[in-house]
C-alpha cells in the first residue's frame, strides 16, 4: 500500500521534474496530463497528447520508444489512466525499451470528472506495480527536494523508468489544447521524421 | 427392413475454406510489413505460428487490443509499418480506441480479424453468434473498409486491405472467415 503524503502542487512539480523538455519526445494521457504537457510545451513538435483514448497513451510511447532507440520517450500519464491500462506495464517491462521514461502524476482523483477518488487513494501502489511489472528502476517523489536525482533519472537510466509523482487535488493549468489529432499527429511525424 | 447401403446424409459443404497459414505470413512479409503486434487468435495460430518460424517480421504480443492499436501508432509516427492481428471480439473490445487513435488521429491501422466462433458451413449472416454476424456491419458503422478472405484465391485482399490502409491514413480489415490450415 501507498500512503505517502501528497504535498506537489501539479502547476509546479511536472516542469520541475521534466526540465528541459527538448530533451524528449513526448506523449501525454488524456485530461490532467495533457494540460500538464500542453501548457508546458505549447503542443511543440515533440508532443503528442493524447484525447478520448483514456488508457492509450503508454503504448503510444512504448512504440515510440521501441523505434527510435536514439531518442528518450517521455510518457506523462495520470493514476486514472494507467488504472485503466495496467496490463500496459506488464507489456512494457515484458520488452523493457531502454529509453523510455514514465511519469505518473498521481492525484489519487478523477480531477476531470470532479475529482471521484480512484483507487490509488485507497493505497494502491502503482509505483510497486511497475516493479512487480519488470520495471526496474522506480522513484516516489513527494517532495522538491527529491526533483533532481528524479529528472536525471528520466535522461540517464538504461531501461525502462517510472516515476510515481504524488500531487495534490489541485486542478492542472489551464490549457486549451489542439483536439485536431490527426495534426498534431502529422506535426509530431513531420517533425521526427520529416515526413507526414 | 431399414435399407443398411442407404448413403449417409452428405457432410455440410464449408462456405469459407481454410487459407494456408504459411501463405498468409509470406503475404504479410512480402507486402513490407515491419510489426505484427497482436492478442492471438484461436483461427489464426497457425498464421501466427508461420509468421513466428519465418521471421521476417517481429512480432509483439501485448495485453489487450486497445494496447495493440496504441502501440500500433506509435511505430507509426516512428516511421515504421506495422499491423494487426486479433480476432472479431477483439475488435469490439477496442472501439474506443479504433475511434480515437486511429480514426481521429489518422493512424494507418491494418487489422487482419478471424472470425472465432463461425460456423464455417453457413454465410457470416446465417451464423448464430453475433460476434460473428455483427463483425462487419460494426466496421460499416465506423466508416472502417473491410475485405473478406473466404477462399484460397482471396488472399490477395490481405494486401488490398494493407494498401487501403495507407491510402485512406486510417484503420482497414481482412477477415478471415475460416481457421488457418
Given at each position: 500500500m501507498n500512503t505517502a503524503p501528497r504535498l506537489l502542487d501539479r502547476s509546479r512539480a511536472v516542469p520541475l521534474l521534466i526540465?528541459?523538455?527538448?530533451?524528449f519526445l513526448i506523449v501525454a494521457g488524456l485530461a490532467g496530463a495533457a494540460k500538464d504537457i500542453g501548457n508546458l510545451?505549447?503542443?511543440?513538435?515533440?508532443t503528442f497528447l493524447l484525447g478520448g483514448?483514456?488508457?492509450g497513451a503508454a503504448m503510444v510511447a512504448a512504440g515510440l520508444a521501441i523505434t527510435q532507440p536514439d531518442k528518450r520517450v517521455l510518457l506523462v500519464t495520470g493514476d486514472g489512466e494507467l488504472l485503466m491500462a495496467l496490463g500496459s506495464l506488464a507489456t512494457i517491462g515484458a520488452v523493457q525499451p531502454k529509453n523510455l521514461a514514465i511519469v505518473c502524476v498521481d492525484n489519487e482523483c478523477y480531477g476531470e470528472t470532479g475529482d471521484q477518488p480512484t483507487?490509488?487513494?485507497?493505497?494502491?501502489d502503482l509505483k510497486a506495480t511497475a516493479e512487480a511489472c519488470g520495471i526496474k528502476t522506480t522513484r516516489l517523489v513527494t517532495s522538491e527536494a527529491e526533483m533532481a536525482e528524479a529528472s536525471a533519472l528520466l535522461r540517464q537510466s538504461n531501461g525502462p523508468v517510472f516515476v510515481l509523482l504524488k500531487v495534490t487535488g489541485a486542478p492542472p493549468p489551464q490549457y486549451s489544447r489542439n483536439w485536431q489529432a490527426s495534426e498534431t499527429k502529422t506535426a509530431f511525424r513531420k517533425a521526427l521524421l520529416g515526413k507526414r | 427392413m431399414n435399407d443398411i447401403t442407404a448413403a449417409a446424409p452428405p457432410a455440410p459443404v464449408a462456405v469459407a475454406e481454410a487459407i494456408s497459414g504459411e501463405a498468409i505470413a509470406r503475404e504479410i512479409a512480402d507486402m513490407g510489413v515491419t510489426h505484427v503486434i497482436t492478442v492471438p487468435d484461436t483461427n489464426l495460430k497457425t498464421a501466427i505460428a508461420a509468421l513466428e518460424k519465418a521471421q521476417r517480421v517481429k512480432m509483439l504480443y501485448v495485453c489487450t487490443e486497445d494496447e495493440g492499436m496504441g502501440i500500433n501508432a506509435g511505430l507509426y509516427m516512428a516511421g515504421l509499418k506495422p499491423m494487426m492481428l486479433i480476432q472479431n471480439n477483439g475488435l469490439y473490445a477496442c472501439i474506443n480506441t479504433l475511434k480515437a487513435i486511429a480514426l481521429d488521429a489518422q493512424v494507418p491501422t491494418f487489422m487482419l480479424i478471424g472470425q472465432y466462433g463461425?460456423?464455417?458451413?453457413?454465410?457470416v449472416e446465417e451464423n448464430r453468434l453475433r460476434s460473428v454476424r455483427l463483425l462487419e456491419p460494426t466496421l460499416e458503422t465506423w466508416g472502417v473498409p473491410s475485405f473478406r478472405l473466404e477462399h484460397k484465391t482471396d488472399i490477395g485482399n490481405i494486401r488490398l486491405a494493407w494498401q487501403k490502409a495507407w491510402e485512406i491514413v486510417g484503420p482497414t480489415a481482412a477477415i478471415i472467415g475460416a481457421p488457418t490450415s
Open positions: 526540465g528541459k523538455h527538448e530533451d510545451t505549447k503542443e511543440s513538435p515533440n483514448a483514456m488508457g483507487h490509488t487513494s485507497f493505497g494502491i | 463461425r460456423d464455417v458451413t453457413k454465410t
